[in-house]
């Protein structure tokens, strides 16, 4: 990163990710969450399904683009609290420290809220619930040892 700048190749994949993460809103506000289809996604953004998966793991990944970094971080602070602080403390305190980081985008946050309200995409739910305790469970375990 010369002078401190995204590189042109830095540039180019977030231009990317952010297209497909754009087209896939689009689609799952017009035709639905459960019918839209990574092929879809793909076609629309002009990329292989396979650069899709490049980018997010499943199609769920797309409703929380920031979920991972946000679990990453808060796996780590989980980690860094005292040892001798009370598990259930620990957790709520790393989850205040981190909860300054989510996304303060309200009207996407508002749009993702509606959209799981129209569809029956509890795998949605999994999805989050499943990194959630991933990463609950990675920063317990690495504050044991």
């Known amino acids: 990163m010369p002078n401190g700048q995204p590189t042109l190749r830095d540039r180019k994949k977030d231009a ?10 689009d689609l799952f506000s017009t035709q ?8 879809q996604i793909a076609d629309r953004a002009n ?3 396979r650069t899709f998966f490049r980018y997010f793991p ?25 040892r001798d602080e ?7 305190n790393a989850f ?3 909860n300054g980081e989510i996304s303060t985008d309200a009207g996407r946050q508002l749009e993702r809220h509606e959209l799981l309200k129209r569809s029956t995409a509890g795998s ?5 619930y499943d990194r959630i305790g991933a990463a609950l469970w990675q920063g317990f375990y690495f504050s044991l040892l």
Request: charged fraction near 20%; charge should be negative.
């Open 16 to 25: 990317t990710r952010q297209l497909i993460e754009d087209v896939a809103w």
């Open 32 to 39: 639905g969450f459960d019918a839209t289809t990574v092929q």
């Open 47 to 49: 990329v292989a399904p």
């Open 58 to 82: 499943t199609k769920e990944a797309v409703l929380y683009p920031e979920l991972d970094g946000l679990l990453s971080r808060l796996a780590e602070t989980f980690a860094a609290r005292p």
């Open 86 to 92: 009370p598990a259930m403390i620990a957790m709520l």
């Open 96 to 98: 205040d420290a981190v």
């Open 124 to 128: 949605s739910s999994t999805f989050v």
